[in-house]
């Protein structure tokens, strides 16, 4: 898989844990589910929020990495260019 596929993934699946994560709050803060469902209601809210964690906290970790990392070699790259433009060149005699 291309890196730019990779931070596509990543980026759709932090947006599903956002969103899991605005659901399980939702049904916790707004909603009366814990008290017409009882534990179950809980439990529910709870495994939206443990899910939206899990989606989205370990892809930010890697989607900074992926990016840091492809900042660095372009940064690289641009200071080989400048270093092969600004090479002194040698007088003929």
């Known amino acids: 898989m291309s890196e730019e596929k990779t931070i596509?993934?990543?980026k759709i699946c932090i947006l599903i844990g956002i969103c899991l994560l605005l659901l399980g709050h939702y049904l916790i803060?707004?909603?009366n589910i814990s008290q017409t469902m009882g534990v179950t209601?809980?439990?529910?809210s709870a495994a939206c929020i443990a899910l939206g964690l899990i989606f989205s906290l370990p892809t930010?970790?890697?989607?900074t990495f992926l990016l840091v990392t492809r900042e660095n070699r372009q940064a690289?790259?641009?200071q080989?260019?400048?270093s092969q433009n600004t090479k002194p060149e040698q007088k003929k005699s």
């Open 8 to 10: 596509k993934v990543l």
């Open 29 to 31: 803060s707004y909603t």
């Open 80 to 82: 080989q260019a400048k």
């Open 76 to 78: 690289q790259c641009l």
């Open 41 to 44: 209601g809980m439990v529910l």
């Open 60 to 63: 930010k970790m890697y989607l």
